[in-house]
């Protein structure tokens, strides 16, 4: 068994990040669809949705999506791309494993799942119309560095989603809401994996997030215009997005 890495000690390195998302979300992966609808009440196949919703498909594009997980995000794309093509992107492998498991159990033509670091993409220079992210940047090392690759492989005028947990506006609320969090997590973890900081990742990375507005800034920053976002629950949860210039 891999040794246990230290859950805050990992999270204040931008070094030292990336190890610790990726040995968690390996431990995680066979487990990931159910406690996503769990720990998220089952709301978040609706999130999920209005983003998709929000993109606004043309069924001839061909978009990519980021952290893909076990690729919920990625078979909704395709399902709207009749005459396109979608790619989930994950750094995972337990994750892409069960993401082609469902692929062929599904018999979908118009997919394809990549092992692959958003930090540093095996894709051509604006190779995509569109790029959606789901829990994508709250959990890279470096937010303006994948804001700068997603925008590469971007085609001028493509749009990109991010949804992800947010900050609401109200800071007792926000406050309130990550320790929340900082306890079912911990029970959730214990009770499933023997492990409180395996859920416990979800505030502590939270509390290092900018959230919807600070998205906003990055993007802007980052190149990015028509920068915007939605935000559901007073804002706990969010969808940011910004459009490549032409
Ligand atoms: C919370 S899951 C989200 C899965 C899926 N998008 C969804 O909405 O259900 C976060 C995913 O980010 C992936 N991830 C973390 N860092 C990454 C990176 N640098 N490159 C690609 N994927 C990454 C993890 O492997 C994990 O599958």
């Keep these: 068994m ?128 569109h790029v959606t992210a789901g829990y994508a940047l709250r959990n890279v090392p470096d937010i303006p560095g994948a804001l700068q690759e997603i925008k590469r492989v971007l085609k001028p005028g493509g749009r990109f989603f991010s949804l992800d947990f947010g900050h609401p506006p109200f800071k007792l609320y926000d406050w309130a809401y990550i320790n929340y969090l900082i306890v079912t997590g911990s029970l959730t973890g214990l009770a499933l994996h023997g492990d409180a900081d395996v859920y416990r990742y979800i505030p502590e990375s939270l509390k290092r997030y900018p959230g919807q507005r600070g998205v906003v800034e990055l993007m802007q920053q980052a190149g990015f215009v028509d920068c915007g976002y939605k935000q559901f629950m007073g804002g706990i949860m969010a969808i940011n997005w910004g459009t490549k210039p032409k």
């Design 2 to 129: 891999a040794e246990k890495l230290n859950l805050i000690e990992h999270l204040n390195s931008k070094e030292k990040k990336q190890g610790y998302v990726t040995q968690m979300f390996e431990i995680i992966s066979p487990k990931y669809d159910f406690i996503t609808r769990f720990l998220s009440f089952g709301m978040d196949g609706g999130w999920k949705i209005q983003m998709m919703d929000m993109l606004k498909l043309q069924g001839h594009e061909r978009v990519l999506d980021l952290a893909c997980g076990t690729g919920d995000i990625t078979f909704a794309e395709a399902e709207r791309l009749p005459r396109g093509f979608a790619v989930g992107l994950d750094i995972t492998s337990g994750m892409i494993k069960i993401a082609n498991e469902k692929r062929e159990q599904m018999g979908v033509n118009n997919v394809r799942f990549d092992l692959a670091d958003i930090m540093q993409m095996p894709y051509e220079n604006a190779e995509f119309e």
